[in-house]
């Protein structure tokens, strides 16, 4: 519960921080923020309250959120202006550095302790070890995109080389589930399935 308050607290400071440059007071009416989310997870939780409950409301804040479904379609969202704010791995800002673009992206790191992706099996695993994904296919999400490489670092972790493991990283992340569904993989990397945490 208290980290459930904690992340709320951060979400809506976080906010407030960013907003604070924006020279309106609440007397001249609500701010009007786009917010775009790269998944509509159970990780974002404690900001979905905050919007039931109207707390962004109550602040002066009016929030619009959109989900992005993939970093690379909320950087674009954030670097064409149609979001104010974009909720993603911290790899699209780099990448985006990268590219020497004249409009650099402020990073908030660390917004969650842990990645909200989990691995799901098709079929059911007593016992699972990380070792019986050897020789398995699984879907990773975009090459270069969070949720594969954090999957990679797990699989380190655990002392397994990911090449031992047939990752698909064709399938953007937004459309792997649906692949999954499709029969695609046998596992697949997913916030919206769990039964793996990959922490």
């Given at each position: 519960?208290?980290?459930?308050?904690?992340?709320?607290?951060?979400?809506?400071?976080?906010?407030?921080?960013?907003?604070?440059?924006?020279?309106?007071?609440?007397?001249?009416?609500?701010?009007?923020?786009?917010?775009?989310?790269?998944?509509?997870?159970?990780?974002?939780?404690?900001?979905?309250?905050?919007?039931?409950?109207?707390?962004?409301?109550?602040?002066?804040?009016?929030?619009?959120?959109?989900?992005?479904?993939?970093?690379?379609?909320?950087?674009?969202?954030?670097?064409?202006?149609?979001a104010d704010?974009?909720?993603?791995?911290?790899?699209?800002?780099?990448?985006?550095?990268?590219?020497n673009t004249?409009?650099?992206?402020?990073?908030?790191?660390?917004?969650t302790q842990?990645?909200?992706?989990?691995?799901?099996?098709?079929?059911?695993?007593?016992?699972?070890?990380?070792?019986?994904?050897?020789?398995?296919?699984?879907?990773?999400?975009?090459?270069?995109?969070?949720?594969?490489?954090?999957?990679?670092?797990?699989?380190?972790?655990?002392?397994?080389?990911?090449?031992?493991?047939?990752?698909?990283?064709?399938?953007?992340?937004?459309?792997?589930?649906?692949?999954?569904?499709?029969?695609?993989?046998?596992?697949?990397?997913?916030?919206?399935?769990?039964?793996?945490?990959?922490?």
């Amino acid at each position: 519960m208290k980290k459930k308050v904690f992340t709320l607290f951060l979400v809506i400071a976080m906010l407030m921080t960013v907003l604070n440059g924006c020279g309106k007071k609440k007397s001249d009416g609500p701010v009007s923020v786009t917010l775009n989310e790269v998944a509509h997870s159970i990780f974002y939780a404690p900001m979905y309250v905050a919007i039931e409950e109207g707390y962004f409301s109550e602040e002066g804040i009016d929030l619009t959120l959109i989900t992005g479904f993939g970093a690379d379609k909320t950087m674009t969202a954030l670097l064409s202006g149609e979001a104010d704010i974009g909720f993603m791995g911290a790899e699209s800002t780099i990448y985006t550095y990268l590219e020497n673009t004249d409009d650099t992206v402020v990073n908030f790191a660390q917004l969650t302790q842990r990645a909200g992706n989990f691995l799901v099996s098709r079929q059911p695993a007593d016992n699972f070890q990380w070792s019986d994904l050897i020789g398995k296919n699984v879907l990773g999400g975009r090459k270069g995109g969070m949720p594969e490489m954090v999957f990679e670092y797990i699989l380190k972790q655990n002392g397994i080389d990911p090449s031992e493991i047939d990752i698909n990283q064709s399938i953007d992340f937004g459309s792997t589930a649906a692949a999954f569904s499709g029969g695609q993989g046998d596992y697949t990397v997913d916030y919206y399935q769990f039964l793996y945490p990959l922490y």
